[in-house]
């Protein structure tokens, strides 16, 4: 769980988010509660986190290098992401100086979105929030400089890592000067959200491509033959030679569609023409494809894949 702190003033904006991400591996049961004494302020030190990590029997990857604020446009945006078995949900924040939006989302689709004007949202679990609520009353004096806003977050980032493992103490801070109208800050804000989604809806569609695609890729690579016959010279001209594949061989393009079926001819090339005859054999022994009578090398343009048929 992070910690974000964003202020939204008149004449700019400032948000600051830690670094940190934990991941929890083991018995559902046994992550649920050691999660909860995380969060509820339980859990004090780093150290004190593993320990009970590894008396629950449950493996902790925490990753210090996690970049949760950027820009598009002139708008800061958090995001923070949490991924269950079958779906990821991810909460952002979009700010500029006089606007922001909060948009909740499962995989592309936006759940709920709250949006409002000048702010200081203050984003993490129970423990982490009362103490960055608690730090910012401290400092807050009215009618501040904004220098001293961005001072009194940095103080919080500081503060709050100090009393617990689920902050990192490094922290990204990012800041923005402004002077819009709050009618444009809304405008901007409502276009960043509408083309940020949209950009991620294209990535998970690529992303799923490419899974699909893989899943062949791996699917086909088992049907290579890597060992075996290919088929029978039918023609030699010049360079090139005409091999009828055997029964239970196919060609295939780099992309597996069909470039021939079983007992159907291809071509291929030879260096040396002299060394092939009609009715010599093409196999694959130990990965080379080839003559078999003179071991004379063969070249071709795709794969020969054991056929379903």
Known sequence: MSLIVTYIGSKGCI?????RRIGFYGSPEA??????ELYAGKIKTEEELIKKAEKSGINLKISDDITKIREMDNVIILEVISRATHETKRKRIYAISGAYSMVELTGSNIDTVKSGGRSIIVYGNKYTQELAEKTIKNYWKPNMKFVDVERIIEAVMNEVAKYTPSVSNSFDIMIKYNSLDQKQAKEVVRTAVLEDVKALEAFRNQLREDNIKATKNIQMASKIVIEGNIGTVTKVT??????MLDKSVEALDFNWEPVAKPSERVILTVENPQNVVMGDLAVIEKENLCIKRTQEGLNCGFILCRSDD
């Open 31 to 36: 992550r649920e509660i050691l999660e909860d």
């Open 15 to 19: 948000m600051a988010g830690d670094k």
């Open 238 to 243: 010049g360079n090139d030679v005409e091999i």
